[in-house]
């Protein structure tokens, strides 16, 4: 029933786990598995720690689990197959009990109340094995036979292909209730929440679309945590995607040595590479998770605060190497004495999400549709055409605006609003970015040592013309950043978004 | 038709699953759209524009689509839509941001800029019209409670209070002087059609949207033929007691409208099962919690007490950063307001602050020290005496201190005054919302004359 690629490399890592214990240096063996699901090989060693770190954190802090795939169609006993996983640590599965058939029972009307089904299975199971399993399972089999499909074509796909394969996998498993957790862990809830804004739009369709935009770029992320250290190395060439695990063999004192990171970027030829501490992104991610979608404006203000605090805790939270040059002293100095105050250090994170959050929401109203159209000017054509719906500053909804007649080769913004303002109900604003502008966005971040304020310059100047970026109808905000020259925009805003004092 | 029958109106309470089909349901129980508008009619529709914001600052633009397309498809020949804007902020200009106007023409619509008229300008447009309808969005307002129809047809910032002898607490012209304007109007020509828009409705702080503002879903409209019944219904919808609210009070002084809810037939949604609860507009200014901000008041009159309600949410909205730097800042409001308990950055706002506080402590700045006149000194030096120390008091002007004149002060120049006190570099948030704020309040209007009405 299972997908044998998939099936192999599931036995490979119980039996890696099964093994941890018994071995006397586990670290030492150089034995490769895959990430579950993906092409990704990995070091076994750092799968299981990673496991370790992460699996309590996301899915469940608890022992012993049960899988169990049901039919799809109705029957007397749903279940197919079980299987028992003993987890003395939370998510370090080492061996699969096979389950009898007459083990668990499950009628269809039993998936309407989890939590009962869950106590019933719990029993059996005690009753059975004499476990006590704390979390279960539950894929349908139609779930295992698209990832059934997905593991088969992993040797084929490129990792582009196999990206949008995944998110599509589990964009459909999670919309149509394909997999069933129980307890329901925060990020399967916060997962099934952001699919149901995203409507009828694949979220492959959009990874595609900015991953198609990015430059060429070799980075890596250097992770440092209690006790396993690893480089996630990206590289994009020629639209190959590459991404790698290197687990580094270095001491958790070493792993904070700024000393390190210009070896490994010499050794893997990259452009640049950040290092920062595992427990801190983990615990960022898990409250993202813990939000309810549509994540409401003070909790996105939480959120963005703690993002900004991070970013502007350059050398504290996290390191560059090269250093940017936004943070070379003489570099800020000269530019101080211009009027331009650029310490990134300073970032105001406790006032800027407010006060965007307040001039976003004056701006479109508590209740607004907009379009978004995603234009290449160069092909003359529309990459994406979305339909935004905010309410109480929170994106509610995401939908196609599937208009032909509105974009048929017309790039006039006026033009598109008022022929989709006549067949829509409501549209408060239509906004027409060019790839060329998020091209040079996404350029920007993916060389963050090389960001200097001639290429903010730059891109603002890129956004004012009508070209790359466009608003109709005019909000006050959108005229006030059309009217000024990017030096005036940018001497009014720094002072907003970089502090005068520490505070 | 009975007497009796004569003096029943009819007011139509819809809930439904969206907006549209709502306002659908309101006309169907009012009797469809055939009733209210014949072939050939000149229609006048008054919504709200107030200000560049979008909803529910200003009327759906949805709805005044899915309005405008019915009245057409009824057979109206001419439809005009009005409005008068505030923040003093012309409608043109929001007319030159937003594009109404653009976005109605191709309906059959064209928007009026009544602000560039004068009221009898407004009566004409309204006497000459067949059918005046009233599209109203219903927001909390810290005046009136909510923003009720009866309140769409006049402009709160055209009273003109140029007789300062008028100006006291004691008579409140501004509130008596709006309604009283209101109800002159109303007796004058009394709309045909009135939606109250309430399926979506701001509460906590309003009507424009601040931070304290926050959005909530009723699902409900209600419809009608008598605007006075309309508002009543709604606000008994909202938890209120309609013969609390100054407007209807004043209604049923002067026998305008149906006050009465026995005399009041509602049709669809059941009233009492129907009733939702609101978080109110803050009513004492002093509870509006603003960081690093002292607010005291004294008595108030209702203009000033108005123009400071939106002026703390907006210092309180914009001014995150400003408040962290400024470091402590006073408010006194109204007449005879408390003393502050800090003598720097002294805001009076409005006449009767900068009069009542003349004689206040905190316009001197006392400081004293010890010194040793020059002579003692010298003294001391034969005598080999210890110099006695006497105690040197100075007084001298605070100047710390910002007035805002007015009664009530204009809201653009408040936010000028208080941005120019503190200068730029103390306050980069208040800057940007005056830059903003200037993209629609400095263009030059160019009074262009009216066609059709």
């Known amino acids: 029933m299972i997908n044998r690629y998939f099936k192999d490399n599931w036995n490979k890592i119980l039996k890696f786990n099964s093994n941890i214990e018994i071995i006397e240096n586990p670290e030492l063996l150089n034995e490769f598995v895959r990430i579950p699901l993906t092409p990704i090989q990995i070091d076994a060693f750092l799968l299981y720690k990673l496991t370790e770190l992460i699996y309590p954190k996301f899915i469940n802090a608890q022992q012993n689990i049960a899988d169990i795939i049901l039919s799809d169609y109705d029957i007397d006993n749903l279940v197919l197959e079980s299987y028992l996983y003993e987890t003395k640590i939370a998510g370090i599965h080492k061996k699969a009990i096979h389950l009898q058939n007459d083990v668990i029972s499950i009628k269809k009307n039993d998936l309407d109340d989890i939590e009962n089904l869950f106590t019933k299975i719990q029993d059996s199971i005690i009753k059975e094995n004499g476990i006590k399993i704390m979390s279960i399972r539950i894929f349908k089999k139609r779930a295992i036979d698209l990832m059934n499909s997905h593991c088969e074509n992993l040797k084929k796909y490129s990792f582009n292909e196999f990206m949008s394969n995944l998110l599509d996998l589990a964009q459909k498993c999670i919309e149509k209730g394909l997999i069933i957790l129980y307890p329901e862990p925060d990020i399967m809830r916060f997962m099934k929440e952001l699919f149901s804004i995203f409507h009828d739009i ?3 369709r959009i990874y595609n679309l900015f991953n198609n935009l990015c430059p060429s770029y070799k980075h890596a992320i250097y992770f440092n945590a209690n ?17 790698e695990f290197i687990r580094q063999v270095l001491s958790p004192k070493e792993d904070l040595d700024e000393s390190w990171l210009p070896q490994i970027k010499e050794e893997n030829n990259l452009e640049s590479i950040i290092s920062m501490d ?120 995401i939908t196609n605006a599937n208009n032909t007649r509105a974009f048929n080769k017309n790039f006039d913004t006026k033009e598109i609003h008022s022929s989709l303002f006549e067949t829509m109900d409501h549209l408060d604003f239509t906004v027409k970015v060019d790839v060329e502008l998020i091209k040079e966005i996404e350029k920007c971040i993916l060389n963050m040592h090389e960001v200097s304020i001639f290429k903010l310059y730059k891109i603002l100047k890129m956004a004012k013309n009508p070209k790359y970026l466009d608003v109709y109808p005019n909000s006050p905000a959108f005229k006030l950043f059309k009217s000024k020259s990017s030096l005036s925009l940018l001497k009014l805003l720094l002072p907003i978004i970089i502090d005068r004092h520490e505070f | 038709m009975s007497q009796l029958e004569k003096d029943i109106v009819n007011v139509a309470i819809a809930k439904r699953d969206n907006p549209l089909n709502t306002y659908n349901e309101i006309l169907t129980n009012l009797g469809g759209i055939g009733k209210f508008v014949s072939e050939n009619d000149k229609i006048f529709i008054k919504v709200n524009i107030n200000s560049p914001e979008g909803f529910p600052v200003n009327t759906s633009f949805a709805l005044i689509k899915s309005m405008i397309k019915s009245c057409k498809k009824a057979g109206a020949s001419n439809i005009f839509l009005g409005s008068y804007s505030s923040k003093g902020v012309k409608i043109r200009n929001i007319d030159n941001l937003l594009e109404i106007n653009e976005s109605i023409n191709p309906l059959g619509a064209q928007l009026l800029f009544l602000d560039e008229d004068s009221e009898f300008e407004l009566l004409d447009i309204l006497q000459n019209c067949d059918k005046f309808f009233v599209v109203n969005q219903v927001n909390v307002d810290p005046l009136f409670d909510y923003t009720l129809s009866m309140m769409n047809s006049f402009d709160i910032n055209n009273l003109n209070f140029n007789d300062p002898m008028k100006q006291n607490l004691e008579n409140d012209f501004y509130k008596k002087n709006f309604v009283s304007k209101l109800l002159n109007l109303f007796e004058k020509r009394k709309p045909d059609l009135i939606l109250n828009d309430l399926y979506y409705l701001m509460e906590g702080a309003g009507p424009y949207i601040y931070s304290d503002s926050k959005l909530i879903k009723t699902d409900l409209m209600v419809g009608g033929n008598d605007a006075v019944a309309v508002d009543f219904i709604t606000l008994k919808l909202l938890d209120n007691d309609p013969l609390e609210n100054p407007l209807i009070i004043s209604a049923r002084e002067r026998n305008i409208g149906t006050t009465d809810l026995n005399n009041i037939n509602i049709i669809g ?56 730097y400024i470091a402590g800042q006073s408010f006194l409001i109204g007449k005879n307001p408390p003393e502050p308990e800090i003598k720097k950055n002294v805001i009076l706002f409005g006449n009767c602050a900068i009069n009542s506080t003349k004689n206040y402590g905190f316009n001197t700045l006392i400081t004293s020290k010890e010194s040793i006149p020059l002579l003692d000194k010298i003294k001391s030096i034969f005598n080999r005496k210890k110099p006695n120390k006497i105690q040197i008091t100075k007084k001298r002007k605070n100047k710390q201190v910002l007035q805002i004149p007015g009664c009530p002060p204009t809201f653009n120049s408040s936010i000028k005054l208080i941005s120019d006190y503190h200068g730029k570099q103390q306050v980069p948030n208040l800057l940007l919302y005056r830059n903003l704020m200037e993209t629609y309040t400095l263009t030059d209007i160019k009074k262009v004359k009216k066609e059709g009405v």
């Open chain 1, 202 to 204: 694949k979220i492959s």
């Open chain 1, 227 to 243: 006790d396993v250290s690893f480089t996630c190395q990206i590289e994009k060439e020629e639209n190959i995607n590459k991404v």
């Open chain 1, 278 to 397: 595992l427990n801190t992104v983990i615990s960022f991610l898990s409250e993202i998770f813990e939000q309810k979608v549509p994540i409401e404006t003070n909790q996105m203000e939480l959120l963005l605060q703690k993002f900004l605090f991070g970013l502007r805790s350059f050398d504290t939270h996290w390191k560059m190497f090269p250093r940017p040059k936004i943070y070379n002293t003489l570099i800020r100095y000269l530019l101080r004495l211009i009027g331009f105050n650029i310490n990134l250090r300073k970032l105001s994170h406790w006032n800027i999400p407010e006060y965007a959050i307040n001039l976003l929401n004056s701006n479109i109203g508590l209740n607004s549709h907009i379009s978004l159209l995603l234009t290449n000017n160069r092909n003359n054509d529309f990459q994406i055409t979305l339909l935004l719906h905010f309410l109480n500053g929170s994106l509610v909804k």
């Open chain 2, 269 to 324: 949604v059941d009233l009492e099962t129907s009733i939702i609860h609101i978080n109110y507009c803050k009513k004492n200014l002093e509870e509006i919690k603003i960081h690093n901000c002292d607010i005291k008041t004294g008595s108030t009159c209702s203009g000033c007490y108005h123009m400071a309600y939106h002026l703390l949410n907006t210092v309180k909205t914009y001014m995150t950063k400003d408040l962290k």
